[in-house]
């Protein structure tokens, strides 16, 4: 059974790893995929813990450097150039973590389950990757962990945009029966139903699909299809065939994503660290964890169930949801 090592000191990194073989990665160019964070979000993975993984990494005779790829969006992120300037703003240079800050905007075409995804070229052209994910929630996916990190932020603009836009909801009016399900749910008052009138704005869409999962009467169809499903292959697109580690931190545990500049408030007490080789199960036992200390946290805040994600990562193949988690 895949193993998730969980401990709440980061000075335990060095035993946890152990359980894992490092070995391997001697040699290697390691891109450590991480977060850098978005300007005015204060909840972004710290220098400082970047700092202690890449000593490990040295110690294990990896050459590492941060990486992480532009955004879709204009603001902070959307050039290599702004992005380099924010990564340096929140402390990310060569000086306070002992490596490069690599930022990329071309991608590599790689097909999962008969779509097209653009997996970034340092991910692409590497055999080890080391990932640092912070665990929080997300408007879209209700969670944000290392399958998302992988899924939106391994890949190109462009794949970026297509997995944004797929969850988007399309209506059939001769299937509905105007029941107003789909306008309860909707976290974002972007549908109305009175009487016989469906009315959606676009505006205030989100694109979760929440809207379209409470449709009993398949009035409702996504855009593409569950933008979850599309991270989980995505994620897939990015670390098949590859030795990869994944380290979640569970602190600073936010409504909304590390890219929001208004994530809003904490939703739930700091837990600790967890690490695996496996992004399912290592997103499984954060779930479980955070379940434990506030329940359906990001289902009651989010209202987008967050296990879509990892049950699919599952069925593509891209790990196991059952995993043994041992306590250092
Ligand atoms: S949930 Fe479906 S059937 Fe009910 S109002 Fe919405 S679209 Fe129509
Ligand atoms: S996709 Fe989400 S935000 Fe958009 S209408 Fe449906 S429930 Fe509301």
Redesign the pocket.
């Known amino acids: 059974m895949t193993k998730v090592i969980f401990f709440t000191d980061i000075t335990k990194l060095p035993d946890a790893l152990t359980f894992f073989s490092l070995e391997s990665f001697a040699g290697k160019k390691v891109p450590v995929k991480l977060h850098m964070g978005e300007k005015n979000n204060p909840y972004f993975v710290k220098p400082d813990l970047v700092k202690d993984v890449i000593v490990e990494l040295k110690k294990a005779h990896t050459d590492p450097f941060l990486f992480d790829t532009t955004v879709a969006y204009h603001g902070s992120r959307h050039t290599k150039i702004e992005y380099q300037n924010l990564a340096k703003l929140h402390g990310f240079t060569r000086k306070n973590v002992g490596c490069d800050v690599l930022i990329d905007d071309s991608g590599v075409p790689t097909v999962v389950e008969g779509r097209t995804y653009e997996v970034a070229d340092h991910l692409k052209h590497s055999t080890h990757i080391f990932t640092l994910s912070h665990v929080k929630g997300h408007i879209q996916s209700g969670m944000g962990g290392a399958i998302k990190n992988f899924g939106m932020g391994g890949v190109t603009k462009e794949t970026k945009i297509r997995i944004h836009d797929s ?3 399309v209506y059939q009016k001769d299937a509905c029966t105007y029941c107003g399900v ?1 306008a309860e ?4 008052h ?2 109305k139903v009175n009487d016989d009138i469906w009315d ?1 704005n676009e505006q ?9 999962d409470s449709c009993s009467s398949n009035a409702l169809t996504y855009q593409d299809a569950d933008l979850q499903f599309l991270l989980a292959c995505s994620a897939k697109a990015c670390v098949q065939e590859k030795t990869v580690l994944y380290l979640n931190e569970l602190k600073r545990i936010a409504k909304g994503c590390d890219c929001d500049p208004n994530a809003g408030p904490i939703i739930c007490p700091d837990i600790g660290y967890l690490l695996s080789d496996d992004p399912v199960a290592i997103d499984k036992a954060s779930l479980d964890l955070i379940h434990k200390v506030k329940e359906n946290v990001f289902l009651k805040v989010n ?1 987008v169930d967050p296990l879509k994600q990892i049950k699919y990562g599952e069925k593509i193949g891209l790990g196991s949801s059952s995993y043994e988690l041992l306590k250092l």
């Open positions: 969850s988007y909801p789909c749910i909707c976290p974002f972007a549908i959606y205030k869409c989100f694109g979760c699909g929440a809207c379209v209202k």
